[in-house]
């Protein structure tokens, strides 16, 4: 269905138009003609479906019917990180192009100049005011924010701000909102816990399921069974093998990003690290870097497992197991976007066998396990051995894919 098929404003179809966007997603499609309509959604979609702009089009839509006289916040839109936060505003700013519509990122971290550009923007009162749960609390607290006119508030990746322990936050902010609003919630999973909220703060919502949880089947997914000590003598393997895809490994703490990051690094290959330790601005650079194709490879925690949008990565590497499988979903769904093609490798130590067993119960099927290469010796018991293993039939190519890792000269 084509988004010239509904009713949104010509200047909001002009927008889409100069970005090329014609043809809508599934959760698009299912959910932007019940929100112009006015009513709460809860909607369920795994990452990569066109998520946002399922609401962001339809808010500009009914921004653009309201009007904004008074300079007041119209809507507010929560969100886990500051990286989605970014990306949302990103959207904002391509599908807005042509409207009267003004936005305001609102997070922490950065210095005092920051803060008072977004103390100022919310007292001002921006149309759209996009934010992290923690950073608009300090600025309840502090700036004299008036949210008496907003009428649209969005929860997106609600399931992500509840495991950060964003629910008492929620709350508190949804206490300062007119009662007479309209509430979307959208999450990759429905557990008891989103229901709960959403009981809480939504009014008769429709609920939208779209493919729930399920990885897209343009992701090529395969694993090693492999001893701990083997991981990145894999990992250097696969990077023996030649593309131009873009790379991100993530790893499950802080501290073993930083190690694989300084072996990696060693072994003259073009890399960088991505964890909660890392000041805003450097966060910024390496992502720039990373999406221009000058580092190749991000070695990263869960942190940029949601919230980034960057094209051309072909190849997600699970060098952890990750512990549950909605993180391995959110983890792959780094590829394979915009209709492309990707690949993820899993590497499965002993110790992780079982978290990796509950992740294939989990997606109802088998992942591929690949040969160790003959470069890292033999693995442990249960492990396919180079020489006798069969290729996954139905998508012989996945022991062929190459990836490209440019070399750097070290000092």
Not at 262 to 269: G, T
Not at 338 to 353: H, I, K, P, Q
Request: a positive charge; hydrophobic letters at 40%; one cysteine or more.
């Amino acid at each position: 269905m084509k988004f010239s098929e509904i009713q949104l404003d010509e200047k909001v179809l002009q927008g889409l138009d100069s970005m090329n966007f014609h043809e809508m997603t599934p959760v698009q499609e299912a959910t932007i003609p019940v929100i112009l309509e006015g009513k709460d959604i809860i909607g369920c979609a795994q990452t990569g479906t066109g998520k946002t702009a399922a609401y962001t089009l339809p808010l500009l839509n009914r921004l653009l019917q309201e009007g904004n006289q008074e300079n007041a916040i119209k809507a507010i839109i929560m969100v886990p990180t500051r990286e989605l936060a970014q990306q949302i505003d990103m959207q904002f700013e391509g599908f807005s192009y042509f409207l009267p519509i003004s936005t305001i990122v609102v997070y922490g971290g950065g210095d005092g100049v920051g803060w008072e550009q977004q103390k100022r923007g919310l007292q001002m009162g921006a149309d759209v005011v996009i934010a992290t749960p923690g950073r608009l609390i300090s600025h309840m607290a502090h700036s004299n924010i008036d949210f008496s006119g907003v009428s649209h508030f969005i929860l997106d990746e609600a399931d992500r701000m509840l495991d950060m322990g964003f629910f008492d936050d929620i709350m508190q902010i949804v206490k300062k909102l007119p009662v007479k609003r309209q509430t979307l919630l959208f999450s990759a999973t429905l557990p008891p816990k989103i229901r709960q909220l959403a009981r809480k703060i939504l009014h008769k919502p429709v609920e939208v399921d779209i493919m729930v949880s399920k990885p897209n089947e343009s992701i090529r997914q395969s694993a090693y069974i492999c001893y701990e000590k083997q991981k990145i003598n894999i990992v250097r393997a696969i990077f023996n093998k030649k593309d131009d895809s873009k790379v991100i490994i993530f790893s499950s703490s802080k501290q073993k990003v930083k190690d694989l990051t300084f072996s990696l690094k060693r072994m003259n290959f073009n890399v960088a690290a991505m964890h909660s330790d890392i000041e805003q601005e450097q966060r910024e650079s390496v992502m720039l870097d990373f999406k221009n194709k000058k580092i190749d490879v991000l070695v990263a925690t869960d942190i940029v497992s949601r919230g980034i949008d960057i094209e051309d990565i072909g190849l997600i590497i699970n060098f952890d197991v990750p512990r549950h499988p909605e993180d391995y979903i959110h983890r792959i769904g780094r590829t394979a976007r915009a209709n492309a093609v990707g690949a993820a490798v899993t590497l499965v130590s002993e110790r992780d066998l079982g978290s990796f067993q509950r992740i294939e119960k989990f997606l109802e099927t088998t992942i591929t396990k690949n040969p160790l290469p003959d470069s890292v010796g033999a693995g442990p018991k249960g492990s396919p051995r180079h020489s006798g293993f069969r290729k996954n039939e139905r998508n012989p190519e996945n022991n062929n894919r190459k990836i490209k890792i440019r070399r750097i000269n070290r000092d």
